[in-house]
């Protein structure tokens, strides 16, 4: 199979690379990073009615500078309309960052995050408008989506309008490493919480007449480990994973308990439950939920009263995985394969943005761009990878059907 030409202007997207890794725009703030990317889409030849933000921070339940930022570009040949997402926000380890090129990378100074998740695809999104402009390449209408607040809970995609995405067959997703892994499907996680309030006593002097809710919650803890649905999850009728993230105390402060001299009266503990299956996800949930309320009776008074435990829990993002036949594999599958590369088909114990898409009705398909080593101080951008992302954006868009 030829490869094709593909007319990228390589230093250019490599320009637009770097100047958005210098903007800031942690997850939740992201007003200057969409402001950003709004101009240099202007600047490329889109025109300003054609871009807009919507009004899905207003929806979100934490504060949110903007909502999600979408572009429409009309097709210049018949087709379905194709959807290419990326999100605007980076987790906050990335403020502050200072990008420098070392060779073939992109790399910060060493004390922060890069931001390249994912300011890759934001990157790849504006080079994929400016390629399509400038040399008039024929393609179906597009949608360039995006999203606020990805990195702290999907929100972008979760409260975005469907009507918004114009009845997009489906969607190319830019947020992974390499090139060659298309990411088709991904677990779903369902969030518990549990507040228990015991009663404080002097630990010295009459520690019986006190409730530890930090004993509560240590048991609760124990007996999810012991029924096997702490960490990694098996089961005969499903699999997943599970954690306890925050072990806190009133009002969102970091310890639980005022005083070692004091039974501690309140404990706040929040955890997660994912697994390809949403009904499993649920099912481990639950079994917290079971663990919770057989340590609630094992912990009393001197009379024999017992801490009160009010135990919640609510899906975060649903499940989903595309089959090797579904229209946008094998268009991501095509594209790889005209540019000599062989794909590889991968399944995401993470959430995505793909999560929500595919709950909207638009199959998703992930792609990389060379982001690596993401969320740390030694994360990086592979150029060769990042060119590669850009060059399978631009044919899946200019694909015939």
């Not at 009309?74 to 403020?95: E, I, K, Q, W, Y």
């Not at 801490?307 to 095509?334: H, I």
Request: proline fraction near 5%; glycine fraction near 12%; hydrophobic fraction near 40%.
């Amino acid at each position: 199979m030829s490869s094709p030409s593909i007319p990228l202007d390589v230093a250019s997207a490599i320009d637009h690379l770097m100047n958005f890794l210098s903007v800031e725009g942690v997850t939740g703030q992201e007003a200057k990073i969409g402001a950003a990317v709004s101009e240099a889409l202007k600047r490329v030849g889109v025109p300003a009615s054609a871009i807009r933000f919507d009004d899905a921070n207003k929806r979100i339940p934490v504060p949110t500078e903007t909502g999600n930022l979408f572009v429409d570009l009309p097709g210049t040949r018949p087709g379905p309309r194709l959807l290419f997402s990326t999100h605007l926000d980076t987790v906050p380890l990335c403020a502050g960052a200072k990008p420098r090129r070392e060779g073939d990378r992109i790399v910060s100074d060493g004390t922060t995050a890069l931001g390249g998740d994912a300011r890759t695809g934001v990157a790849l999104l504006v080079v994929l408008a400016e390629t399509l402009i400038k040399h008039k390449l024929p393609h179906p209408p597009i949608t360039l989506l995006f999203t606020v607040r990805e990195e702290s809970g999907l929100h972008g995609a979760r409260e975005l309008n469907p009507a918004d995405l114009g009845g997009a067959a489906m969607c190319i997703n830019v947020d992974g490493q390499l090139a060659s892994e298309l990411l088709v499907g991904a677990v779903g996680q369902e969030n518990w919480e549990v507040e228990i309030k015991g009663k404080a006593s002097h630990a010295g002097v009459a520690p019986e007449r006190g409730i530890s809710a930090t004993l509560v919650g240590a048991i609760a803890i124990a007996e999810a480990q012991r029924a096997g649905w702490f960490g990694k999850v098996v089961k005969s009728d499903g699999h997943g994973t599970s954690n306890v993230g925050i072990f806190g105390g009133k009002g969102g402060t970091v310890a639980a308990g005022d005083a070692t001299n004091v039974v501690t009266d309140y404990v706040y503990i929040r955890g997660e439950a994912r697994s390809p299956e949403a009904a499993f996800a649920t099912k481990i949930a639950n079994g917290y939920k079971e663990a919770f309320a057989k340590a609630q009776g094992e912990v009393k008074d001197h009379e024999g009263n017992t801490a009160e435990v009010k135990f919640s829990q609510k899906p975060a993002y649903p499940p989903f995985e595309l089959g090797q036949d579904t229209p946008v594999v094998k268009r991501a599958t095509k594209a790889l394969k005209l540019l000599g590369i062989e794909p590889t088909y991968l399944f995401s114990n993470g959430g995505l943005d793909a999560n929500w898409f595919d709950k909207h009705g638009v199959p998703t398909i992930t792609i990389g761009a060379g982001q690596a080593e993401i969320h740390t101080i030694k994360e990086y951008v592979n150029l060769t990878e990042y060119e590669k992302g850009c060059r399978i954006g631009i044919l899946m868009a200019t694909l015939e059907d």
